[in-house]
T-cell receptor, first 111, second 114 residues
């Protein structure tokens, strides 16, 4: 089955700096890669997703890149703000299938 | 916030008891997936229901079972509760006529087994 590894487990950045989280996946049939943000005590919320026919996608300060050959994808957050502090999860799935999540990255943005 | 709701928000049970958790999917969605999230970990897939049929199951024992109703709401039942079942249980809805692949999560039910 699918296995998703996520690094780093914790990430501390200064406000205004960039943050990068990396994930690798094992199932070459996976074709959908969402990223979720989970604040303490709250539900995971989708922040961006990418499908395997696209190499990069941007939404304001957030971007995701996908390398299908190497089976890895990354989340980039630019100009970080204190409200970006949360746990971020990557996930991978086949179409409309189960999401296999990474272990999460605790991001702390210090003013 | 998503239109996915879950009840109850919190629950305390003792070992060996049974529990039923409920999930109402977002309007227009016909697929519900259930996940278990232990403290400090990522969500783990339990199973998925599509049009009232189980459509995929993760590595969970048979004492974890589910249902989906004609209105696409869903239940997760756990029998013979164990201490390790203590976790946040999340449901996510997706699908429908628009073919929405994105899974939108509910707020979760936090289960504590003593």
């Amino acid at each position: 089955g699918e296995n998703v590894e996520q690094h780093p487990s914790t990430l501390s950045v200064q406000e205004g700096d960039s943050a990068v989280i990396k994930c690798t996946y094992s199932d070459s049939a996976s074709n959908y890669f969402p990223w979720y943000k989970q604040e303490l005590g709250k539900r995971p919320q989708l922040i961006i997703d990418i499908r395997s026919n696209v190499g990069e996608k941007k939404d304001q300060r957030i971007a995701v890149t996908l390398n299908k050959t190497a089976k890895h994808f990354s989340l980039h957050i630019t100009e970080t703000q204190p409200e970006d502090s949360a746990v971020y999860f990557c996930a991978a799935s086949r179409s409309w299938g189960k999401l296999q999540f990474g272990a999460g990255t605790q991001v702390v943005v210090t003013p | 916030e998503t239109g996915v709701t879950q009840s109850p928000t919190h629950l305390i049970k003792t070992r060996g008891q049974q529990v039923t958790l409920r999930c109402s999917s977002q309007s227009g969605h016909n697929t519900v997936s259930w996940y278990q999230q232990a403290l400090g970990q990522g969500p783990q897939f339990i199973f998925q229901y599509y049009r009232e049929e189980e459509n995929g199951r993760g590595n969970f024992p048979p004492r974890f079972s589910g249902l989906q109703f004609p209105n696409y709401s869903s239940e997760l039942n756990v029998n013979a509760l164990e201490l390790d079942d203590s976790a946040l249980y999340l449901c996510a809805s997706s699908g429908g006529t628009s073919g929405e692949e994105t899974q939108y999560f509910g707020p979760g039910t936090r289960l504590l087994v003593l």
